[in-house]
T-cell receptor, first 114, second 115 residues
Framework: KNQVEQSPQSLIILEGKNCTLQ??????????LRWYKQDTGRGPVSLTI?????NTKSNGRYTATLDADTKQSSLHITASQLSDSASYIC?????????????FGKGTKLSVKP | EPEVTQTPSHQVTQMGQEVILRCVPI?????FYWYRQILGQKVEFLVS????????KSEIFDDQFSVERPDGSNFTLKIRSTKLEDSAMYFC?????????????FGEGSRLTVL
């Protein structure tokens, strides 16, 4: 069964610190992997999209990595800010599937404290 | 910056009532989607819509659900007879392209509470 698992479930860090969130997936065949940021009660906002051939992609203080062989991805947040407090969701699309039929992880809830 | 807009932001309804959730996708987008997120759970795909017809739907999208684009700008999700378990946040999304790593834009969501 196609699944996306994220860890940790929740994380608390101090402002200014770095953190890394993990995503493992079993989706096959694979097309692309996305990381979204979702503020509480709001819609997901795209951070990065990576295809099979991409190993790393950055968006400001966010850097995502992808290892398609081990089916793992990570999202690294540098110099965290209070506004980074949100859920971070890993989303995987299988090859041949429509863009809409994405498989979502449960997310990692990040809290950045002053 | 163009955005997907959804109304209402919150709707409370009695079990068995019909509900219509509305979405205005980004104007040059061709593909439209509905997702739902039950409180504390992951986002789940409901349906995708292109060229005025459903292109794909999940097991969740049963006969109680329907979608349409009544006037060329709005994209609606109708739940005919709501059940308690329909309580969730419903997200509309749109995109220019369907397959591939195209950008998918989500609205802010409509929270549905069924009593």
């Amino acid at each position: 069964k196609n699944q996306v698992e994220q860890s940790p479930q929740s994380l608390i860090i101090l402002e200014g610190k770095n953190c890394t969130l993990q995503c493992n997936y079993t989706v096959s065949p694979f097309s692309n992997l996305r990381w979204y940021k979702q503020d509480t009660g709001r819609g997901p906002v795209s951070l990065t999209i990576m295809t099979f051939s991409e190993n790393t992609k950055s968006n400001g203080r966010y850097t995502a990595t992808l290892d398609a062989d081990t089916k793992q991805s990570s999202l690294h947040i540098t110099a965290s800010q209070l506004s980074d407090s949100a859920s971070y969701i890993c989303v995987v699309s299988g090859r041949g599937g429509s863009q809409g039929n994405l498989i979502f992880g449960k997310g990692t809830k990040l809290s950045v404290k002053p | 910056e163009p955005e997907v807009t959804q109304t209402p932001s919150h709707q409370v309804t009695q079990m068995g009532q019909e509900v219509i959730l509305r979405c205005v996708p980004i104007s040059n987008h061709l593909y439209f989607y509905w997702y739902r997120q039950i409180l504390g759970q992951k986002v789940e795909f409901l349906v995708s819509f292109y060229n005025n017809e459903i292109s794909e739907k999940s097991e969740i999208f049963d006969d109680q659900f329907s979608v349409e684009r009544p006037d060329g700008s709005n994209f609606t999700l109708k739940i005919r007879s709501t059940k308690l378990e329909d309580s969730a946040m419903y997200f509309c999304a749109s995109s220019v392209l369907s397959v591939g790593p195209g950008e998918l834009f989500f609205g802010e969501g409509s929270r549905l509470t069924v009593l």
